[in-house]
Each structure stands twice: as structure tokens, then as C-alpha cells.
């Protein structure tokens, strides 16, 4: 008889990658199903790129490389830091993983203690929660609903911080609501952080590039907390590289070291190609990004203009990342065939299976009353999509 940890058998499925695996399950029955459950670029990586890893390839990087990377690649990430968001980061603050969520872990478990506290604005992107639960911290969730623009304010901070705090963990541009915290708000978020120097911010800041806003802004960017957040970042989202998985902090000294520790035992190095590719990326000038953040925000007002036709919905205006994330509460305790509608994941579930449209409910990202739409797909698609959800919705009573 196979006894899973305790740890193991507490933390949930990754909602976004269940949902996915679902949808794939259906689409192979030969259902016509309209996947907008993960969050992955539907654009393809720019040639520049997947040309310098064939060349890696040719010259054979192929072998080991140091743990946190390559020091040419962490040099060419040390300049884009200062390049788009004004940061100093040297290459030994620098630490280069197997994808952005391995970062995240790498940081909570060179961090968190049993019994730590880590505050996490709901909503959050799912993997937050789990990873912290899993270094048996434990989280503590606040939230900031569809009234806030899902935006936490400095007093909100403040508020749930305990002598226990030793973690704030969010995103911005935010994963699933899309909202873009302003240079204001991320200096009242400063402020507070400043009087509690024992709490370390993780900024999540993997969709900067799209942002349809204006200026991305960076939580490290104020003198006064700058020892006290690490900035994480990646190349899936802006460079359209999901599978080839490269994501990287930029950190104190000392949290660099330990992160570097654990992946020194975890899983090494991420691919060698990768690296080789990523300063490729790293190097080019952002504004070749245009088209795609373009393209993004058009698919974004016409996901919001379908979905603000639906009666009962609540919508906010996310200003950057590809996804909204209705509010769907006044559909609870409606029915099909029967069938009562109590949460947002079986509203989900009913889309799939009534609608075939694949989404993702609110309850793994800490908002039950919502459910996140990823609008990384074709205009055709997603005007399709939002016909089918709002069909689908109007045969609730
Ligand atoms: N942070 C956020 C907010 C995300 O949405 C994702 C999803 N890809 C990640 C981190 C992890 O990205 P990756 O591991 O692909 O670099
Ligand atoms: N981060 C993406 C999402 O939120 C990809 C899936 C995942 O890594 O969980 O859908």
C-alpha cells in the first residue's frame, strides 16, 4: 500500500493545468472545445531566437552549466533589468531556473520556516498558495475584490502583517486579473514594507511587456525596500517560450546564493540551448514586442465588449497580462436539466460541457465568485467563445 506525504496529499492539482489536461481530453473524444484555460502566448517564438539555439546546438552547448546559469546570460538579464526597469542587479544577484515557477519555489523554500506567515493578495496566480504550503508556511490570504481593480492598497498590507510575516508574494501585471499596479500604489506598498524590514516581497513581474497602459513599474525600483524584494521574471509570457522553460530572479545577495544552493540540489542548471537562446532575448530591444502587445489588447476589448453584453457578468478593465476574470456570482443557484449552479467551478465546468469552452473557476486564484478567461487565442476564437458562453448562460434559469 503506496502512503503519499502528508505534504503531498495537502497541496492541490495546479487548477490552470488540470483544466488544460481536461479540455485536451475532450478536444481528443472529438469534442469542438475552445480552450482558454492556460495562460500561454498562442504566438510562435520569434525566429532570432530559435536560431540561436540551433547554433548552441551547432556548437555544441550541450553539457552542464553553472547552477544559476551561464555568466554571459546572467550578464545579458543584468542588463535588461537596467535597460526596461531601472534596476541594478550585478550577475551574483542573479539566479536563472527551469521556468519561473521554479524560482518562485526555489525562493520559498530558501525562505520560509513551518509556521511562517506569507501574505498573498487574492486573487493569485495558483501556484502561490500551494508552493507556500508545501514549505509548511502558511498563507495568508487578503483579499482585494472587483470594487479594488483586484489592487491591494498599503494599509490593506499592514494590516495583516503579524511578528510571523516573513513573506508578501504577488503579481504585476496580475495572473488572473489582469491588473497593472501604478508607480503610487506600488509606493504605498513600498512604504509599508519599509517599516517591517523582516518581510521579503516577491514581485512577480513575468507579464511587464503586456501591459497596455503605459510604463511597467517595478516594486524594487524604491531605494528604501530594494534589500527587501526579489524581482522574478521569465521569458514564456513576452517571448512566447512556454515550453522551453527559463525563468529568473533578481535578489539580495544572499537570497541569490540560497536559491542557488537549492537548485543546486533540486534539478542543476535549466537546458543549455535555452540559456544559449534566452540572450538572444534578453538583448533585443523590447519594442519589437509591439505587434503582439498590440494584438493582445485588441483580443482584450473584444473579449470585454462580448462579455459586457452578458447580462449578470461583472467586468473590470485589466490593463495588462491576457486574461479577465468575470464575476459570475449572480448566476449561483441557477439550473440546467436540474442541475444547480453553486460555485464558480461548476459554472465552469457547465461551460465545458454545455458551452465547450474551456475557462478556469475562481476558487484556485482565491475568488470564488470569479472565473478567469485567457484571451491568448484568435480574434475568430474568442468571438466564438464569448457566443458560446453567453448562450450558455442564457439557458440558466
Ligand atoms: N508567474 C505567473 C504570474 C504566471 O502566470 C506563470 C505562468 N506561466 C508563472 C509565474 C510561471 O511561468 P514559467 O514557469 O512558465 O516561467
Ligand atoms: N501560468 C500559466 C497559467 O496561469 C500556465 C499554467 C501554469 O503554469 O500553471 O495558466
Known sequence: MIQLSERL??????ATIAMAKKSRELKSQG??????SLGE??????DFIKQAAVEALEQNFTTYTPVPGYDDLR?????KFLRDNKLSYSKDQIVVSTGAKQ???????SLINPGDEVIIPAPYWVSYLEIVKVAEGIPVVISAGIDKDFKITGA???AAITPKTKMLMFSTPCNPTGSVYSKAELQDIARVLAKYPQVIAMSDEIYEHINFIGQHESLAQFPEIYDQVVTVNGVSKAWAMTGWRLGYIGAPKAIATACDKVQGQFTSATCSITQRATISAMDADPSILKDMIGAFESRRN???????????LKVNQPGGAFYVFPDCSSYFGKSYRGQTIQNSDELC???LEVGLVACVGGAAFGDPNCFRLSYAASKETLQKAVERISTALAQLR
Open 31 to 36: 469534442k469542438d472545445v475552445i480552450s482558454l
Open 41 to 46: 502566448p498562442d504566438f510562435h517564438t520569434p
Open 349 to 351: 465546468m457547465y461551460l
Open 302 to 312: 473584444l473579449v470585454l465588449e462580448g462579455l459586457r453584453k452578458i447580462p449578470g
Open 156 to 158: 490593506d498590507l499592514e
Open 103 to 109: 524560482s518562485i519555489a526555489n525562493l520559498v523554500l
Open 9 to 14: 496529499l495537502a497541496m492541490e492539482e495546479s
Open 75 to 79: 550578464d545579458s538579464i543584468s542588463r
